[in-house]
């Protein structure tokens, strides 16, 4: 058996998404993470897998509440807190088995596995970002309610993008997308409209629309 230590993505059994279910079929399955997507993979692959093992550095999973409950009361195995610390491989393309460490004790247990799936999320830490003199601190870019930060030209939207009404959910996001293209365009073209127009108010989409001989009453 090989130690595989670092440079291990050429292995055809280390999958970094789930693009698709049926080559998992039959499979003894690890899948290290905790978050959405990994809770939500174990719950498509127990029915088709022979077995499926998730670890998880802590106790308690970042997933949807009732996708979590689904998750632990399926036959899947839940190891926690584990971290996946080896990979094994004896012919150099498929992972064989694997060490998974308790983050508390430092024990070690080895399981013989046929595909690991890896989802430990992203790591957000603003390379760079903090030279430019944006006001912000360890997690957020504080902008105006029209997305803009101190620094003109720049503007911000998402997770960490933070004012006064944020709203933090997925919908909030996309409101403050909008905002802050509408904030850039009017930045770019002063004499821009406020807001950009939908498609029926918009006198261009208009007249493109009769040349296309498409209907606009």
Request: aromatic share 8%; proline share 3%; charged share 25%.
């Amino acid at each position: 058996m090989s130690r595989l230590e670092e440079d291990i993505t050429w292995l055809n059994s280390l999958n970094y998404t789930v693009q698709e279910l049926e080559p998992f079929r039959g499979k003894r399955v690890l899948i290290s993470g905790g978050g959405n997507s990994a809770v939500d993979w174990v719950n498509e692959l127990v029915p088709i897998a022979a077995h499926v093992t998730v670890v998880h550095r802590r106790d308690n999973f970042g997933g949807h509440e009732k996708n979590i409950v689904r998750m632990k009361e399926s036959a899947a195995d839940v190891l926690t807190p584990y971290e996946l610390t080896q990979l094994y491989s004896g012919n150099g393309k498929t992972i064989e088995r694997v060490t998974i460490t308790h983050t508390e004790s430092g024990e070690s247990r080895e399981l013989e596995i046929d595909e690991v799936i890896v989802n430990h999320g992203l790591k957000s830490d603003f390379t760079g970002i903090k030279d430019w003199g944006l006001d912000m601190d360890d997690w957020n870019i504080f902008v105006s309610p029209r997305l803009e930060t101190n620094l003109p030209g720049i503007f911000g939207a998402g997770d960490f993008a933070n004012f006064e009404s944020k709203l933090n959910l997925i919908a909030g996001a996309f409101t403050d997308a909008a905002l802050a293209l509408n904030s850039t365009k009017r930045y770019l073209d002063p004499e821009a409209p406020r807001m950009a127009y939908v498609s029926s108010h918009n006198e261009r989409f208009k007249e493109r629309n009769k040349m296309l001989g498409v209907s606009v009453e």
